[in-house]
């Protein structure tokens, strides 16, 4: 196997000037700060990943971020939202992504990857991770991060999704730090910037600090395996919960001491329908924000389980459906200003050493060896791994989706165009609001859904690769989830 890298020329060559769009996000201390202007970046973000972790065939030739003409479509419609992020679960490192990249970028909309996926040897195994813990699978991991490392608008990584819950062995978070400390050697060895690398938990409460505490405390004798941000899946704000009712106060003063960001890497619990989106004037309110930094609605597009923003028809057409005006409509009461402040205390903070201490109350193992890197790893960090992959972002000449849109009171959306934003912007609610309709779309949800208590909860992903639709899992998640309020025994 020949082991270097050959960047997509003849793609580059197409385009002959650049657009900037987004600047590269850092994180300092529990913030993502703008590496350019240094104002502080909160994600306003959703879910991305049309077809469901069903619809992930790499035979196919497609995944989410693969064709352009679809990312274009979705870009306009998330730009009109006014989300700033996007997660993407399923990616094939075999496809050129470098059009959607660009489309995003232009967009001022950042991406947040996971390198897992479900098929076999492409993600840990929860019941037995040194088996899945091999040199295959980190082969494909590293073809993930050369897909998008030459990204800007690549804000960060997952290197694992919930693959801590009720039925993890209790070496799997050694595990999550190596495979975490391997992507973050290979960045620094292969990239030309520091890509923040985090994981995304299940809000299993009794695990969840301990799982927090073991990824983000810091070792004197290896600085890589520590995760950069946190990521939590929680549904536990439903309908017209409260910050009380829903567990959210909680979660805040858990993580109060935290050191690195931390944001919602699904939230939208859908129990009530159509969701009335009342956590997210709280997520983004001086209650929160100085421990949260937002967060991924889940999702955008309408799969089996019921949590998209949009309809995506079989004859290529969109239906806008309600719950993407009620978002819209909260995110536009935002005050973007205040999400973009920084904070001096907040950006220079430091990770608490990793000791027994952090655990207690875990069933995790009690060591802090993380296990050492499988056979010719070293070399496929050092040398790179083969394949071709593209260099950056362009600039994007077509911004009109073709594709018809429906508004929710069945009228045609017209004039719906991507904005291209200037150099250091990325989008905000309330900007670049193309298409209109010629009655005004309806959108508002009177149902006001039952107040729900801390105990109700729900959760769509459950694998540590994927959002699932058939989710087999769904009751241990339940019952994970009752157990909130529980607080750890320090
Ligand atoms: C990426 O960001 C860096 C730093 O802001 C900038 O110098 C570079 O030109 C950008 N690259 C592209 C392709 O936008
Ligand atoms: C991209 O998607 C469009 C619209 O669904 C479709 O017509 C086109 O064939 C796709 N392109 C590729 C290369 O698959
Ligand atoms: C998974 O990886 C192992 C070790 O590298 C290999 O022996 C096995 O064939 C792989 N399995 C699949 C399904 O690719
Ligand atoms: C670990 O603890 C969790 C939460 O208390 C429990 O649900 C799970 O069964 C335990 N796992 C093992 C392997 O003991
Ligand atoms: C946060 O740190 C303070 C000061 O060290 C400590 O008193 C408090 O218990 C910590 N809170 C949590 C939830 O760990
Ligand atoms: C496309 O499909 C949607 C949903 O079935 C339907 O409402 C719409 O009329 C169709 N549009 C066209 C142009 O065929
Ligand atoms: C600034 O950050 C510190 C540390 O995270 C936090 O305790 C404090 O509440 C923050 N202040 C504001 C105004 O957000
Ligand atoms: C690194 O430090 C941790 C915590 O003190 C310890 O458990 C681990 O064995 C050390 N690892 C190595 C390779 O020395
Ligand atoms: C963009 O949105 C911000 C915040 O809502 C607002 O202050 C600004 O004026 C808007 N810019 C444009 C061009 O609409
Ligand atoms: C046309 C338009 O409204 N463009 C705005 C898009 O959003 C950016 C930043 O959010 C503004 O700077 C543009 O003026």
């Given amino acids: 196997m020949a082991l270097f890298k050959t960047a997509l020329l003849a793609l580059v060559a197409l385009f002959t000037s650049y657009t900037f769009a987004v600047s590269p996000l850092v994180v300092k201390g529990a913030d993502f700060v703008n590496s350019v202007d240094g104002t502080r970046f909160q994600i306003i973000g959703v879910a991305y990943q049309p077809g469901g972790s069903s619809g992930f065939d790499p035979g196919s030739g497609i995944d989410p971020l693969s064709n352009g003409t679809v990312c274009l479509r979705d870009a306009a419609l998330m730009q009109r939202l006014g989300v700033n992020a996007i997660r993407v679960y399923n990616l094939d490192p075999d496809l050129d992504h470098s059009e959607c990249a660009s489309i995003f970028n232009a967009a001022g909309i950042y991406m947040i990857l996971d390198v897992n996926s479900p098929l076999p040897n492409q993600s840990l195994n929860r019941g037995a991770p040194w088996e899945s813990y091999n040199s295959d699978y980190l082969q494909r991991v590293f073809q993930v991060l050369e897909g998008f490392m030459h990204f800007n608008n690549t804000l960060g990584f997952f290197s694992g999704n919930e693959v801590i819950n009720e039925d993890s062995v209790p070496q799997v978070p050694a595990y999550i730090r190596a495979v975490t400390r391997d992507i973050k050697d290979y960045i620094a060895a292969q990239a030309s910037r520091d890509i923040p690398v985090g994981y995304s938990a299940a809000d299993v409460r009794p695990l969840l600090m301990g799982t927090f505490n073991y990824m983000s405390c810091g070792l004197a004798n290896e600085t890589s395996s520590k995760i950069d941000f946190f ?57 929160m ?27 290529g057409t969109v239906s806008i459906l309600r719950d993407y005006d009620n978002l819209r409509k909260q995110y536009d009461a935002l005050d973007v200003a205040l999400l973009a402040r920084a904070n001096a205390t907040a950006t220079s903070l430091t990770a608490p050493a990793c000791g027994h201490s952090l655990l207690a109350g875990t069933n995790f193992s009690m060591s802090f060896d993380i296990p050492t890197r499988p056979n010719g790893v070293d070399d496929l960090i050092k040398k790179g791994v083969s394949g071709s992959y593209p260099t950056g972002t362009s600039s994007i000449t077509n911004t009109k989706p073709s594709q018809i849109v429906y508004a929710t009171n069945g009228q045609q959306l017209t004039g719906l165009e991507l904005t291209v934003l200037a150099n250091d912007e990325s989008n905000l609610p309330g900007n ?23 105990s109700s909860s729900s959760s769509p992903t459950n694998t540590n690769a994927a959002a699932k639709v058939d989710d087999t899992k769904f009751g241990s998640l339940i019952f994970g989830a009752l157990t909130v309020g529980f607080l750890m025994q320090w």
């Fill in 231 to 287: 990521g939590l899946n929680s549904y536990s704000w439903c309908g017209d919960a409260t910050f009380q009712t829903s567990g959210y106060d909680v979660l805040v003063e858990e993580f109060s001491n935290t050191t690195i960001p931390i944001f919602f890497s699904e939230y939208g619990c859908n129990n009530v329908s159509p969701r009335v989106f009342t956590e997210v004037p709280v997520l983004y309110s001086e209650q």
């Fill in 289 to 315: 924000t100085p421990v949260f930094s937002g967060g991924l609605i889940y999702e955008y597009s309408e799969e089996p389980n019921n949590y998209g923003l949009v309809n995506l028809n079989d004859n």
């Fill in 432 to 454: 670049n609001t193309s298409g209109t309709t010629p009655e005004t779309p309806s959108g508002t949800a009177s149902t006001t859904g039952t107040a729900s208590t801390s």
